[in-house]
């Protein structure tokens, strides 16, 4: 339900579509990224047009993130700014909307209307498809906020409709949500029950995806491959069955699935590594920790023996499959002995690139009651000691591909004329020599240095001038 929020702050009406300029300001996870295409296309489709800077714009949507405090604190200090840009506006007689969208606005609701009085219009993720009303109604001085998780479907309300614009690479949500309740997460409260899109509607959005240029598809869900969707003879498939769809589509040359949970990686979606070409060698599963203890305190629901014999059945389908995973250090109650387990399941990995975060107490989350919360000086050093090793590891993943030859996907212009860069199958940042006819084009590249950031390469058989990392 919509509610309002009794209080005016707006003048009449100045603004229609027509004359609005939005800017979609996104953070978090890639789910906000597809989101805010989303919300862009669908104000495209009323009359909006799309500001380059938020200094440029009418109104300004927040996709927010709540994973950490740190994220959510960011929103609010970015709602700052933007009550003093409405301001300046409001001196000089000209309108100004601010919009909260995403997880900050699905988690506080009315809150954020209480703490930023500059803030119109609060909706959740589940409500985007009403953004266009809504937003009418700002423009009448009302506050609202719309939270529901909506009974109509988001994803049909949300057609994809400006594909062209997107360059080489695209996201596609295929499933939602979450039912896994990790202890420390929100998640599963800010993103609701875990919803799987009908096969029909993934295949049809890729094609026009492809049509429109897209070479690679990365299929998302916050537990993508929990995805069990709906075919139209009323089957149910699984993302295996999804992704070997969608590698026939004509045009797509590589697909990536992005995040899974250990305890979904079903033996079909392990064997599709080895059978499907287009499905790149490398899988972000998240661990969070290699100690037992704290495994079952988070919720994960598996143990770290069971994580690395996904890891080796994973390398036995596509033996040159590389690994990323999440961590999560200083969980409450972690002890040295916890911390040295994931140390060592680590080792025994061997990530080719990590994501690694202080634990955050969330309200609303158990793990934040608990009574045996970490300083934040072991949290820190923890955290520099995880990372040390991590960097070591991408670093030698990085140096072992040097003299390799690997397939690259070009995706724009180098920094540097005369260059192009591009992804090899591992998610590796490459620049080689080549004209910009390369980009959306595969072509095998040799490698010869590894920098910091990026590989530098040649094409196979092409010229080559030495590429500055
Ligand atoms: N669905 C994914 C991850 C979603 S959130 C999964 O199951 O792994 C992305 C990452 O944020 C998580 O993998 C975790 O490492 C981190 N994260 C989530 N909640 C956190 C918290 N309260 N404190 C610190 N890191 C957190
Ligand atoms: Fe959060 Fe766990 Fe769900 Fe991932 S699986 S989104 S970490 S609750
Ligand atoms: Fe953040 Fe929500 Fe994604 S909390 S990580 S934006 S699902």
């Known amino acids: 339900m919509t509610a309002p929020f009794a209080e005016a702050t707006l003048g009449p009406d100045q603004t229609s579509p027509g004359r609005t300029k939005v800017f979609v300001k996104s953070y978090g996870c890639q789910m906000n990224v597809y989101d805010a295409t989303r919300m862009t296309d669908l104000l495209a489709a009323q009359g909006y047009s799309e500001a380059a800077r938020e200094e440029e714009a009418d109104l300004v949507v927040l996709n927010t993130c709540h994973i950490r405090e740190k994220a959510t604190e960011k929103v609010y200090s970015e709602l700052g700014k933007l009550a003093s840009l409405k301001q300046e506006r409001g001196a000089s007689g000209r309108d100004f909307r601010i919009v909260v969208a995403g997880c900050v606005a699905q988690a506080e609701g009315v809150e954020v209307l209480r703490r930023q009085r500059a803030v119109d219009l609060v909706v959740g993720p589940q409500s985007y498809q009403r953004l266009p009303e809504l937003l009418t109604r700002t423009t009448r001085g009302e506050r609202l906020t ?18 062209e614009r997107r360059g080489v690479g695209a996201f596609v949500t295929v499933q939602e949500g979450c039912d896994k309740f990790c202890s420390f997460c929100v998640v599963p409260y800010t993103r609701g029950a875990e919803v799987s899109r009908p096969v029909e509607q993934i295949v049809e959005e890729t094609e026009a995806l492809a049509e429109a240029g897209v070479r690679e598809i990365t299929v998302i869900g916050q537990n993508v491959n929990a995805y069990l969707g709906a075919d139209a003879a009323g089957g149910e498939w699984s993302l295996a069955r999804l992704l070997e769809r969608l590698a026939r589509v004509p045009g797509v040359t590589r697909l990536r699935y992005t995040t899974s949970h250990p305890v979904d990686m079903a033996q079909d979606l392990i064997d599709a590594h080895g059978a499907l070409p287009q499905l790149m060698p490398f899988v972000h599963l998240p661990v969070q920790s290699g100690s037992n203890r704290v495994l079952k305190a988070m919720n994960r629901r598996h143990d770290a023996d069971a994580y690395l014999d996904l890891v080796a059945r994973l390398r036995a389908a596509r033996p040159d499959i590389a690994l990323s995973s999440d961590f999560i250090v200083g969980f409450p109650g972690e002890t040295d002995e916890d911390f040295e387990a994931t140390l060592d399941l680590i080792r025994k990995v061997g990530f080719a690139s990590t994501f690694s975060f202080k634990y955050s107490a969330r309200p609303g989350t158990p793990a934040a009651e608990r009574d045996d919360q970490i300083d934040e000086d072991v949290k820190s050093e923890r955290l520099a000691a995880l990372q040390e090793l991590v960097e070591a590891q991408r670093r030698d993943f990085n140096v072992a591909t040097v003299g390799r030859t690997v ?13 192009i860069a591009g992804k090899s199958p591992y998610m590796q940042a490459v620049h080689a020599t080549g004209g910009l006819e390369l980009i959306g084009a595969v ?27």
């Open 146 to 163: 719309d939270t529901d998780f909506a009974v109509e479907d988001k994803f049909l309300a949300l057609r994809r409709t400006a594909a």
């Open 443 to 469: 072509a095998p590249v040799t490698i010869v240095a590894a920098g910091s950031n990026s590989l530098a390469g040649k094409l196979a058989g092409g010229a080559f001038r030495e590429a500055p990392l």
């Open 407 to 419: 397939d690259v996907l070009f995706e724009k212009p180098g920094r540097h004329d005369g260059q």
